[in-house]
């Protein structure tokens, strides 16, 4: 039995992003521990953090670069997650921000550096050996990330792919009852 959903929020956001807030209404009527930890721009810390918070029966809900997290920690240890329109390669986005940057969801100033990047090759999975774990949510709108390469990344997954929308996965509440089905978050 599911005991702790862990949200887990994209880059220059925070644990008050949109669907973060609705995925916490939707799990206050479930029996769960919901955790959105804040998170920074330093992605060792990240994943430290994340798995700091992991205990038996957790399951993951990532978005984009938070999908590319979930990825991570789903694949090393075995745990169930949903990534919706996740960064497959988010290095090569971040490349072109390197210097000073903002994350105005937190209110701070940070600078982005060849390290962090480093950092998020290191943790990338190149190969799905448990991609039965993985339900992707995907719309091909998405003006951040090209929708085709995560329909590729998780094409042994469970996937939901969505004709239009943005990045944001526009109508995410659709998507509930199929999360917590794949999950198996109970009442």
């Known amino acids: 039995m599911v005991k702790r959903v862990i949200y887990i929020h994209g880059f220059n956001s925070s644990e008050k992003s949109y669907k973060a807030v609705r995925f916490g209404e939707l799990m206050a009527h479930y029996d769960v521990d919901y955790c959105v930890p804040r998170l920074n721009h330093e992605p060792i810390e990240a994943i430290v953090a994340l798995e700091q918070l992991l205990t ?3 399951v993951l809900l990532g978005s984009s670069l938070g ?3 979930a990825t991570y920690l789903s694949q090393r240890y075995q745990i169930p997650a949903v990534v919706i329109n996740p960064a497959v390669a988010p290095y090569t986005l971040l490349e072109p921000i390197l210097g ?3 994350n105005p969801y937190q209110d701070y100033n940070y600078q982005l550096q060849s390290r962090h990047i480093d950092a998020l090759k290191a943790l990338t999975v190149t190969e799905l050996k448990h991609p039965e774990l993985l339900y992707l949510l995907q719309q091909t709108g998405d003006e951040v990330l090209n929708f085709q390469h995560a329909i ?3 094409s042994q997954c469970k996937q939901l792919i969505e004709f239009g929308g943005d990045h944001s996965f526009n109508g995410f509440e659709r ?3 199929s999360i917590v089905d794949f999950l198996k978050i109970r009442y």
């Open 175 to 177: 998507a509930f009852s």
């Open 56 to 58: 038996p029966n957790t």
């Open 67 to 69: 999908g590319f997290f």
């Open 100 to 102: 000073p940057n903002y």
């Open 152 to 154: 590729k990344y998780y």
